[in-house]
């Protein structure tokens, strides 16, 4: 059963820090860009980050560039996103997407998860 999983998620405060983990059982996660996308309450879907199959290529929106790192551990089928110097502006539900090559168009991809929420506030 192909099946995606995101964790890590909870509340943090300001300037704190958070990885959220997403995992893969059912296939393996070597061959696939994986993104991370966000919602947050009343807005559209917004991608935060993606890593090309090899590893070779990250992308950041400009809104997280420097605070957030995205890396993958094919060995535990895993994919990790460090999140550094949280603001509010970053609460919203995470998910974790798989597909064929990073794009920034959520219907791309081929596998999500069913998300994990974020939230930073004091």
Known sequence: ?????????????????????????GFTLDDFAIAWFRQAPGKGREGVSCISSNGGSTYYPDSVKGRFAISRDNAKNTVYLQMN??????TAVYYCAVGPS??????????????TQVTVSS
């Open 85 to 90: 110097t949280l603001k509010p502006e970053d």
């Open 102 to 115: 990073c794009t920034s168009w959520y219907p791309d991809y081929d596998y999500y998860g069913q998300g």
């Open 1 to 25: 059963q192909v099946q995606v999983v995101e964790s890590g998620g909870g509340l943090v405060q300001p300037g704190g820090s958070l990885r959220l983990s997403c995992a893969a059982s």
